[in-house]
């Protein structure tokens, strides 16, 4: 519905399937359509599980059998969908806050550009690439899309952004691991307006009531080897979190507690927030 939405409003989609890809060959044809590179991507999840580039035909059966497996492993269905892969974009996502009713606000971009393995680790509001027009012109464009499906809740509209141009690439329609970035730089919480709408309560905030100061960086803090990124579960045998104006630790760890080795390795967050984008980089730096 929202993909629908930002093409009936003119926003630009990445080429690629409007679904789900079926067999082997039907993959095979949509990618010489598309060109390659191209990118298998799982339908029913994120994270950066069931993604994989294919770069030229003869790799498609293994990626496409691999991103299935991945899929179902992680996420208990096995559809894949296909798009063109761009090779240097950033990746800019519109957080949005709707409460069904037709009223929704955004709440400015987050630029998510610096990623491993398609997983986020660095997280920043505004955006250094995008200018005041064109953040506005993005922002207001993604809210339009979102009333006329009459959004309900906390989501983020994702974009690549390549050469001065936005395509749109999914909607995550849930609150996200780097919401406080949008909460540092707005003063508001986002959790607690998503509670509020969930509950059937009016949008309590209108667009004039959102003002954006500073700059605000997240860094996702992993239970992960710093050289290979191979995850290293164990026992955390010194803690000491930072503090200080502006900064904000988001975790549930502690000194002497044990890092399962089941799950995703995200152990925390750090979150800092600064006047400037500079202010910001050297209190990040002494964090």
């Known amino acids: 519905a929202a993909k629908r939405a930002a093409v009936e409003l003119g926003i630009p989609t990445v080429p690629g399937s409007s679904g789900g890809v079926g067999s082997d060959e039907e993959a095979a044809r949509l990618a010489r359509d598309v060109g390659f590179p191209v990118m298998l991507k799982a339908a029913a999840g994120g994270g950066g599980r069931g993604m994989k580039v294919v770069r030229a035909p003869g790799e498609m059966a293994s990626a496409l059998a691999m991103a299935r497996a991945e899929s179902k492993a992680a996420f208990g269905d096995d559809t894949v969908y296909l798009e063109k892969y761009l090779e240097r974009p950033r990746h800019i996502e519109i957080q949005v806050l709707g409460d069904g009713k037709g009223r929704v606000i955004h709440l400015g971009e987050r630029d998510c550009s610096l990623q491993r393995r398609h997983q986020k680790v660095w997280e920043e509001g505004p955006s250094p690439a995008l200018n005041a027009a064109t953040r506005d012109q993005i922002c207001e464009t993604v809210a339009r899309a979102m009333r ?16 001065g141009k936005f395509s749109f690439i999914e909607m995550n329609t ?18 607690a307006e998503q509670i509020r709408v ?20 997240e860094c996702r803090i992993n239970a992960e080897n710093p050289v290979s990124f191979r995850a290293s579960p164990g026992k955390i045998v010194h803690y000491h979190p930072p503090g200080g104006l502006g900064v904000r630790i988001d975790s549930a760890v502690y000194h002497g507690y044990a890092i399962p080795p089941f799950y995703d390795s995200l152990l925390g967050k750090l979150i800092v927030h600064g006047k400037t984008r500079g202010e910001c980089l050297m209190r990040l730096k002494r964090a």
């Open 148 to 163: 006329e499906i009459k959004y309900l809740s906390a989501g983020t509209v994702e974009f690549l952004y390549e050469d």
């Open 174 to 191: 849930r609150i996200q691991v780097e919401h406080p970035v949008t909460e540092m730089i707005t003063d508001i919480d986002l959790v």
């Open 198 to 217: 969930a509950a059937g309560n009016d949008l309590s905030l209108a667009q004039s009531d959102v003002k954006f100061h500073g700059h605000a960086i």
